[in-house]
């Protein structure tokens, strides 16, 4: 795999690796239930947000099963507004993206313009071939995201998980790079700068 060159900056946003400084920002979010939702665990303790925080921070991406996490911050105003994630999956050119923001960073955009630049890296600097997303069918916020990216809805599996005391429904969408680049030469056309690496 190429090396990945950090920080990415979108129009509004920089991406860069975790570090010690984010913990309390990332507790923060991670605490809620809300957050927690519709994700794998419960609401995390201030001890998982540390291990988690560490986790990232010291990110590789050598092999199956490893993870891009990236924390997102607002170019002018530095402090965690949430984490976008890429997991390189088995089998060729395969990789799983995630998102999650604080509640104040929700609502205007930085969600999809993080994992649209996530999407870039993963299909231009990567060479991914195809990027898939996984999430409980009552995620409406999750699906509208995948939408926005130009993702496909590609499986809905009835009761897949059972988790919060719960039988969940799955939905996967996914998008290959071949897709990514209509998009995003769409895109370029309106937006000239996309994405910077550094
Ligand atoms: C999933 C999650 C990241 C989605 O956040 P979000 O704010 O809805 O998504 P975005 O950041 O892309 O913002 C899109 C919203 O901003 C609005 N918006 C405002 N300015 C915008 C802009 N410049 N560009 C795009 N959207 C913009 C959109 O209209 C949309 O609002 P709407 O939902 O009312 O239509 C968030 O709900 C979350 O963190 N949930 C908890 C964790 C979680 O469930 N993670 C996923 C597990 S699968």
Not at 25 to 53: C, I, N, W
Not at 54 to 59: E, I, K, P, S, V
Not at 62 to 91: F, H, N, Q, S
């Amino acid at each position: 795999m190429p090396e990945i060159r950090l920080p990415i900056t979108t129009e509004r946003l920089v991406l860069r690796r975790f570090n010690g400084g984010d913990l309390d920002a990332f507790h923060a979010y991670h605490s809620l239930p809300d957050t927690a939702r519709f994700l794998p665990g419960p609401a995390k303790t201030y001890t998982q947000s540390m291990e988690r925080v560490g986790r990232y921070a010291n990110f590789v991406f050598e092999k199956e099963g490893d993870w891009v996490a990236l924390a997102i911050e607002a170019a002018e105003r530095p402090g965690l507004l949430g984490e976008v994630v890429l997991k390189w999956l088995p089998g060729e050119g395969q990789a799983e993206v995630g998102w999650t923001l604080a509640p104040a960073a929700r609502g205007k955009g930085y969600g999809t313009e993080a994992a649209d630049a996530v999407l870039s890296l993963g299909f231009e600097e990567l060479g991914l071939h195809r990027i898939e997303a996984r999430l409980d069918e009552l995620n409406h916020a999750s699906a509208a995201l995948c939408s926005r990216l130009g993702m496909r809805l590609e499986a809905r599996h009835i009761d897949k998980w059972r988790y919060k005391g719960q039988w969940a429904t799955e939905l996967v969408y996914a998008i290959l790079a071949a897709e990514w680049r209509i998009g995003a030469a769409r895109s370029r056309y309106a937006r000239p700068l996309r994405i910077r690496f550094q």
